[in-house]
């Protein structure tokens, strides 16, 4: 089966721009999460989406935003990009949102923000 | 505050040797779960092991197991046989009973393996 698939890989913009990123779940997976993980630090926790609906976000301004489908693939954008934002982003999946559901993450996409 | 302490940013073990790399976690939350986290050079998170707050025994998983100290508030990941495609971040996580897809991590661990 196949994990969780992020896209693209890599990306760069310019400060000002707008991202979109996308992620697809494990299948049968309901629950998408997004992190930001900034070079020498642990991942941050920006949204989690279960059943297309927002049930988590984090500290995180206004600029991000995200969606689940009904297919449960999920999109995170990125508006007014500026150069902090330059970071692995990654998507995570997991079968429902209970505390012992386990999350699997993807490889991430890299943004660099010029 | 919910917090995740990592206090080795950098190990070196021996190939074939034990290694515990340590993890303290705060939190006033009775239900939780403790999750280890492998980061290679390519960036993807590989899930190894997960410690229910209220589970009995210490989970394993392979080469694997987790020293849970509920009292200490402590869930060092102890590595068996160390490879050397052991060599990676290590990250120590945390999830609240409540807030089901956020996990709070730690700042890593970064293990080498030597030949």
């Known amino acids: 089966d196949a994990g969780v698939t992020q896209s693209p890989t890599h990306l760069i913009k310019t400060r000002g721009q707008q991202v979109t990123l996308r992620c697809s779940p494990i299948?049968?997976?309901?629950?998408v999460s997004w992190y930001q993980q900034v070079l020498g630090q642990g991942p941050q926790f920006i949204f989690q989406?279960?059943?297309?609906?927002?049930?988590g976000r984090g500290n995180f301004p206004d600029r991000f935003s995200a969606r689940q489908f009904p297919n449960y693939s999920s999109e995170l954008n990125v508006n007014a990009l500026l150069l902090g934002d330059s970071a692995l982003y990654l998507c995570?999946?997991?079968?429902?949102?209970?505390?012992?559901?386990?999350?699997?993450f993807g490889s991430g996409t890299q943004l660099s923000v010029l | 505050a919910q917090k995740i302490t990592q206090t080795q940013p950098g190990m070196f073990v021996q190939e074939k040797e034990a290694v515990t790399l340590d993890c303290t976690y705060d939190?006033?939350?009775?239900?939780?779960?403790l999750f280890w986290y492998k980061q290679p050079s390519s960036g993807e998170m590989i899930f190894l092991i997960y410690?229910?707050?209220?589970?009995?025994q210490n989970a394993t998983e392979g080469r694997y197991s987790l020293n849970f100290q509920k009292a200490r508030k402590s869930a060092n990941l102890v590595i068996s046989a160390s490879q050397l495609g052991d060599s990676a971040m290590y990250f120590c996580?945390?999830?609240?009973?409540?807030?089901?897809?956020?996990?709070?991590f730690g700042q890593g661990t970064e293990l080498s393996v030597k030949p």
């Open positions: 410690q229910g707050s209220y589970d009995q």
């Open positions: 995570a999946s997991s079968s429902g949102p209970q505390t012992n559901e386990k999350l699997f």
């Open positions: 939190t006033s939350d009775p239900s939780y779960g």
């Open positions: 299948s049968g997976h309901k629950s």
């Open positions: 996580a945390m999830k609240r009973g409540n807030q089901g897809g956020k996990l709070i």
């Open positions: 989406y279960y059943e297309k609906e927002e049930r």
